[in-house]
T-cell receptor, first 109, second 115 residues
């Protein structure tokens, strides 16, 4: 079957760095997406990886290892506004997104 | 400004009633999607459409129906056959899958509560 695993909840301190891991098993693979979702709001796109390696975009970076079925989202210089859920989603061979349950990130002052 | 709108944001219905959730986009996207989100679970695909007048069932289509008569609009009807309809419903759109990044853009969501 197809499956996405990511931690349910993480806590970090303002100004610090946090890494949110995601492992996936899909029928075929056409890319890995990360979205941010604040409580009660729509998910917003953060990053997309289809090749192995690190993609950096400001304070956020995303890494992919296709051979390991593994990705992580790295958030630097954490701010209180980064408190949100982070959703990992893998696109399968039919171009359908398989979604993880999300990681709730709590930022403490 | 381009985007996706969903209305209403909050909706209350009595058990046994059908209800239709609106989704409109002006991004000129061919593909549109309906997801359901429940606490502690990932987004689950209800229906999707890649072109006008065509749509396919997702993983949890039972008790739901859709139409795609216009490119901009993809309404979802939650029927009385849906056993547990209380949830947060998200509509999304994208360029046709397989053409690159294919990121999905989401509307603000409709929170449906069935009493």
């Amino acid at each position: 079957g197809q499956n996405i695993d990511q931690p349910t909840e993480m806590t970090a301190t303002e100004g610090a760095i946090v890494q949110i891991n995601c492992t996936y098993q899909t029928s075929g693979f056409n890319g890995l997406f990360w979205y941010q979702q604040h409580a009660g709001e729509a998910p917003t796109f953060l990053s997309y990886n289809v090749l192995d390696g690190l993609e950096e975009k400001g304070r956020f970076s995303s890494f992919l290892s296709r051979s390991k079925g593994y990705s992580y989202l790295l958030l630097k210089e954490l701010q209180m506004k980064d408190s949100a859920s982070y959703l990992c989603a893998a696109m399968d061979s039919n171009y359908q997104l398989i979604w993880g349950a999300g990681t709730k990130l709590i930022i403490k002052p | 400004d381009g985007g996706i709108t969903q209305s209403p944001k909050y909706l209350f219905r009595k058990e046994g009633q059908n209800v239709t959730l609106s989704c409109e986009q002006n991004l000129n996207h061919d593909a549109m999607y309906w997801y359901r989100q429940d606490p502690g679970q990932g987004l689950r695909l209800i229906y999707y459409s890649q072109i006008v007048n065509d749509f396919q069932k997702g993983d949890i289509a039972e008790g739901y129906s859709v139409s795609r008569e216009k490119k901009e609009s993809f309404p979802l009807t939650v029927t009385s056959a849906q056993k547990n309809p209380t949830a947060f419903y998200l509509c999304a759109s994208s360029t046709p899958p397989g053409q690159g990044r294919d990121e999905q853009f989401f509307g603000p969501g409709t929170r449906l509560t069935v009493l």
